[in-house]
């Protein structure tokens, strides 16, 4: 498996927007980081008026204990298939 296909493809990385994309971002994404936090809106806001976007996120718990119970909680949301919603609630 190349570089580009663990960090696009793998099935640990919950995507949003267009699966189908022509572009696709991928964010590394800590719950507990401001910047992360400030970037959810303007990325909430892309998927939801550009069709052709795929936006790949990556659980980056490098800050704290509560970036690691919070990144194991949205990988289980998405094995729920709840990722989108537990996401933009955070």
């Given at each position: ?6 960090l696009?493809?793998?099935d ?24 992360s936090?400030?970037a959810?809106?303007p990325f ?13 996120y ?12 919070a ?14 919603d537990?996401?933009w609630?955070?």
């Amino acid at each position: 498996m190349s570089n580009r296909e663990r960090l696009f493809e793998d099935d640990n990385a919950p995507v949003l927007g267009n699966p189908d994309e022509d572009v696709t971002v991928v964010e590394f994404f800590n719950y507990n980081c401001p910047y992360s936090k400030q970037a959810t809106a303007p990325f909430k806001e892309l998927i939801g008026t550009d069709g052709g976007v795929r936006l790949v996120y990556r659980e980056w718990p490098i800050l704290n204990e509560g970036s690691v119970i919070a990144a194991r909680a949205a990988l289980a949301s998405q094995a729920q298939g709840k990722y989108e919603d537990f996401h933009w609630t955070m």
